[in-house]
């Protein structure tokens, strides 16, 4: 069966021309690729809450580079020369990500200060809210170990690591939007 | 004993003249078609309706902890803010029902209150921690961050952009279009899309239950660490699929096999159709399931 | 009352912009699906290559992600991507195929629209457009398509308003000639 003739869109001016144009693919994978090696310049110094979103992801990509990195440097050949790898460590690839998050100080402070600020927001929440957001933080918590363990057994899985990377994220992402829903609800 | 005595005779005595105290208030002001109506309220209930007059009503019934409610208007805006002092020995709820231009831009933050939301056309964010939440799309972006509570959203066929994001509640999205960013750690995702052109979705441990037509060149990203991820989504131009699994099962209904990666886990790939767009499913120990046909 | 509808979207879309600013890549994902079409389709339509209008959204979204703290949320953030857009084009295409154009003659634009005495299909407008001379087709898109007006035009394109305006007439007289009717 034939495809049915295309109906002819004509225009009366050149404003009437679709200033948008779909590309033909997603060109988003590749951007976003490129993102993690590109930092975006940070705004004149101001606290803000979400900072640790920056040093998180830069963290992780540091963590996993180095730590795990044989398989998320680029293939040999590209030119961008793989900086060489140490084979064994005394830290397991999983626990490895653990401790690149918990030695950063902008991480622990950010985290920190979010627990606390969420804490006393759940005080003051029925009890029925407070056990779930506990067990979510608690899910998270169990995520976060099972990854480790399972990339224990398979230190260069990309699938677990970007998993793991995630739901540190994650985590963070909770808190904020429970510190930040609260605040909120309060017409803060 | 007699102190005691007269003390609680004087607590019993304060709080049933604060539950004594619940009224009524009412009140009317002139808003823009297309202006802002912010809405705060830390529990009971709220009700936003849109309608056709110029002008945003309101009708509570407060608790008597309730101190007042605020409603200011400014151009362009305006404000509605449930006030309760801290500490308060009695009731704090009130009950809203909101009547809104209906081409508003409604902003609704709430702590133990559910919220309902219908006739309203404009953008809505609404931030509701222990409250669940109805409310009804048509076309205009939604950004919905819910905790505890769970979330229906129902939409009507019609593009925009959507974004919902739940810690442990469960999310129903019906009749959606277009752009979709959804969420939760451990709340189930139960979504229908009429068409859609991107999808990123990520839970932690709860389950993914996807189904809808992905437009020519669509772009479909789900994540889960535990969670089982269920994806029934034909194509214009078909996909190319990227599905993987640590510890859990893969399967599809177009009769494609499973891989075995060089290490541990399980992996998919193929292309379905042109290719046109391209679907990526990935968890740790739950199941994915991809079908091509809805 | 639609002034209040798109100041409550650029609200929206500062909020994306905060957030990406601060290292958010799902923020930036969103703020990349709404505006990719636009700087995609004046990649394409400058470069009238396909890989190469590929190549330039991606650095164009790139070198947004690079300077965001630098982009003032009360403007328009599509002007600012197009603007980053225009010279990753005119450096593509210098390095593609590095061809010296003549300068046109001054000359005043001598039509105030861009109206077709009767109608065209897209096509064959597209393909006229694509035809014309570098020069000519750049101040053609951003001022006619884009609605950049003659100082905005030239400022992104590094070029004297005067000859901005010289351009628009070669583009308006090619056309004509091309499509063999009047361009007014």
């Not at chain 1, 993690?36 to 979400?50: D, I």
């Not at chain 1, 950063?104 to 005080?123: F, G």
Request: aromatic share 4%; with cysteine.
């Amino acid at each position: 069966m034939s495809a049915p003739e295309e109906r002819k869109v004509t225009v009366n001016s050149l404003a009437e021309l679709p200033a948008a144009i779909q590309p033909g693919q997603d060109l988003w994978p590749a951007i976003e690729a490129r993102l993690k090696s590109a930092p975006v310049s940070q705004a004149p110094s101001r606290f803000t809450r979400l900072r640790w979103l920056a040093a998180a992801a830069m963290v992780a990509s540091v963590a996993v580079g180095v730590w795990i990195g044989r398989d998320l440097w680029p293939l040999p050949g590209s030119g961008t020369g793989a900086p060489p790898l140490t084979t064994q460590h005394p830290l397991t690839e999983g626990a490895a990500v653990n401790a690149a998050y918990m030695s950063d100080p902008r991480y622990r402070r950010e985290r920190a200060a979010l627990m606390k600020s969420v804490q006393a927001q759940l005080e003051t929440m029925p009890p029925q809210t407070r056990a779930k957001v506990a067990a979510s933080l608690a899910a998270i918590e169990s995520a976060k170990k099972d990854l480790e363990n399972a990339l224990g057994k398979d230190p260069s899985n990309a699938l677990l690591q970007e998993l793991l990377i995630n739901t540190y994220q994650d985590e963070m992402r909770v808190l904020t939007d429970v510190h930040e829903a609260g605040d909120a609800g309060r017409g803060i | 004993m007699r102190i005691t005595y007269q003390l609680m005779a004087c607590l019993v005595t304060l709080v049933a003249s604060a539950a004594a105290a619940a009224t009524t208030f009412d009140k009317q002001v002139d808003a823009e078609a297309r202006g802002v109506v912010e809405i705060s309220n830390t529990s009971g209930s709220v009700e936003v309706s849109g309608w056709d007059k110029p002008q945003v009503s309101v009708h509570a019934e407060l608790g008597g902890a309730v101190e007042r409610v605020e409603v200011t208007s400014e151009p362009g805006r305006t404000l509605i803010k449930v006030l309760v002092p801290g500490h308060s020995w009695g009731d704090g709820e009130a009950k809203l029902h909101v009547q809104v231009p209906k081409g508003s831009e409604l902003h609704l933050s709430t702590v133990s209150a559910n919220a309902n939301v219908s006739g309203v056309l404009g953008v809505q964010r609404l931030t509701v921690v222990s409250g669940d939440v109805v409310t009804e799309i048509a076309g205009a972006d939604l950004e919905l961050k819910s905790v505890s509570g769970d979330v229906k959203v129902r939409g009507h066929g019609q593009s925009a952009r959507l974004y919902v994001s739940s810690v442990s509640g469960d999310v129903h999205l019906e009749h959606g279009a277009g752009d979709l960013e959804i969420s939760s750690v451990s709340g189930t995702l139960a979504v229908t899309l009429d068409s859609a052109r991107l999808v990123r979705a990520r839970t932690t441990s709860g389950d993914l239950r996807f189904e809808g037509k992905l437009t020519r060149a669509a772009s479909f990203e789900a994540t889960s660490v535990s969670g089982d991820l269920k994806v029934r989504a034909p194509a214009e131009g078909g996909y190319s699929y990227d599905l993987s699994s640590f510890s859990g099962d893969i399967d599809n209904c177009f009769g494609a096999k499973r891989e075995k990666s060089g290490g541990v886990g399980h992996s998919l790939s193929g292309t379905l159709g042109d290719g046109a767009g391209h679907v990526r499913l990935k968890t740790m120990s739950g199941d994915i399931e991809l079908c091509d046909r809805s | 009352m639609q002034a209040q509808a798109e100041g409550n979207a650029v609200d929206w879309e500062a909020a994306l912009v905060e957030r990406a600013v601060k290292g958010d890549t799902r923020a930036f994902e969103r703020l990349y699906r709404e505006h990719a079409g636009r700087v995609y389709g004046l990649c394409l339509r400058m470069t009238r290559d396909v890989q190469l209008a590929e190549d330039c959204t991606q650095d164009t979204f790139i070198n947004a992600w690079k300077a965001l703290a630098q982009f003032q949320t009360r403007s328009s953030l599509s002007t600012w991507l197009h603007r980053i857009a225009v010279n990753v084009s005119l450096s593509k295409r210098r390095r593609a195929t590095p061809v010296l154009e003549a300068e046109p003659e001054e000359a005043a634009d001598d039509g105030t629209g861009w109206t077709l005495e009767t109608p065209v299909e897209v096509q064959e407008l597209e393909t006229a457009i694509a035809e014309l001379p570098d020069g000519a087709r750049d101040a053609l898109l951003l001022h006619a398509l884009y609605g950049y007006s003659h100082g905005e035009a030239a400022q992104m394109l590094g070029i004297a308003e005067g000859t901005c305006k010289a351009q628009l007439h070669r583009a308006r007289k090619l056309l004509r000639e091309r499509l063999k009717m009047e361009v007014n």
